[in-house]
């Protein structure tokens, strides 16, 4: 008899068509766990789960007694509750490494594009109203040069640094849990405490991953502490700040612009005050959105599903003690 999968909100088409060759696969697309009858009942004999941003929790896993393997199509892993995973010798594994690049690719086009005030004046031009040369409440500002802050020096970190660093010019500050003696000398980049980062930095990139430790990182008293003509760029997940706090810095001119590609609440509520300001750029979560690179996450998921349903340890496990308790 076939395994049984059960794939919810994403996995690519070519990669779906291979996992149903080999295993009774149940597909459903944006799940709503509350609402989903259905969906709950093929938990039910599931051997794996894969997919994206489905909080998988302890009320979930109930209704999943034959679960061996949560494979994330992600590299955050915040939605998945690895303590009770662990608990219950469920393999969770996520998608790292691959879509490094284009991650940072797409932070350093939000942070052009926010300096450079490219969405703005696009709708300027597109709605009719270059009549004239532009004049200087039209102008943005340098990004070469600049001082670039980057919160999380993890992969993707370092990638943003890079291309900081040999591409604009910019010098490099961080924080980070630990320091990187090798990213210093690499991008000439500089640790800082948080608070010196904020103060000092032109273009603040947030990087971390969501965890009960960053949640709220950046809330009233840190947009307090940027530059009056500080960009904030959020990469990493919307409660790693207090939107709340971000939109009323914003509002008191207390930073100058930001560029999100997270929100607190995703898909962001059509009422945010954020989507009615210019000076904010907001993008639906693309970080790793490219043809290439979204297909290479599926693939990468897939195979970590594989190998975990035939009793093999995935590359990208994320809680080994399960792998070590097997054994
Ligand atoms: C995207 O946000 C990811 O975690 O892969």
Request: proline share 5%.
């Amino acid at each position: 008899m076939k395994q049984k999968i059960v794939v919810y909100n994403r996995l690519e088409a070519p990669v779906l068509h291979k996992l149903q060759e080999k295993y009774e696969v149940h597909f459903f697309k944006d799940i709503n766990t509350k609402t989903d009858p259905d969906f709950i009942a093929h938990l039910a004999g599931a051997d794996a789960l894969i997919g994206l941003e489905l909080p998988v929790d302890r009320e979930l896993l109930d209704h999943a007694p034959n679960v061996k393997i949560v494979s994330n199509v992600s590299v955050g892993y915040n939605n998945l509750d690895i303590d009770e995973l662990t608990k219950r010798g469920i393999m969770a594994t996520n998608t790292p490494g691959i879509l490094t690049d284009t991650v940072a690719d797409t932070m350093m086009t939000i942070l052009l594009s926010t300096a450079r005030r490219v969405p703005e004046l696009d709708h300027w031009v597109k709605q009719g109203d270059w009549e004239k040369m532009i004049e200087v409440e039209h102008y943005g500002i340098d990004v070469h040069h600049k001082t670039l802050g980057i919160i999380g020096m993890g992969r993707i970190g370092e990638a943003i640094a890079q291309r900081a660093h040999f591409g604009f010019d910019m010098d490099i500050l961080y924080h980070n849990r630990s320091r990187k003696p090798e990213v210093e000398e690499k991008f000439n980049a500089t640790y800082c405490d948080l608070d010196d980062l904020l103060m000092q930095a032109d273009f603040i990139c947030l990087m971390t991953p969501l965890t009960p430790e960053t949640t709220g990182l950046l809330g009233e008293r840190e947009f307090k502490l940027m530059k009056q003509s500080a960009i904030f760029i959020n990469g990493s997940r919307g409660k790693t700040i207090v939107e709340a706090d971000l939109i009323e810095a914003l509002q008191n001119g207390e930073i100058a612009a930001a560029g999100l590609d997270v929100f607190e609440e995703e898909p962001v509520h059509p009422d945010n005050p954020l989507l009615k300001m210019k000076n904010v750029i907001t993008v639906p979560h693309i970080g790793s959105s490219t043809w290439e690179t979204e297909l290479k996450m599926s693939e990468l998921a897939a195979h970590n599903l594989e190998l975990g349903l035939e009793g093999k340890c995935p590359p990208n496990l994320i809680n080994k003690r399960v792998w070590e308790m097997q054994k």
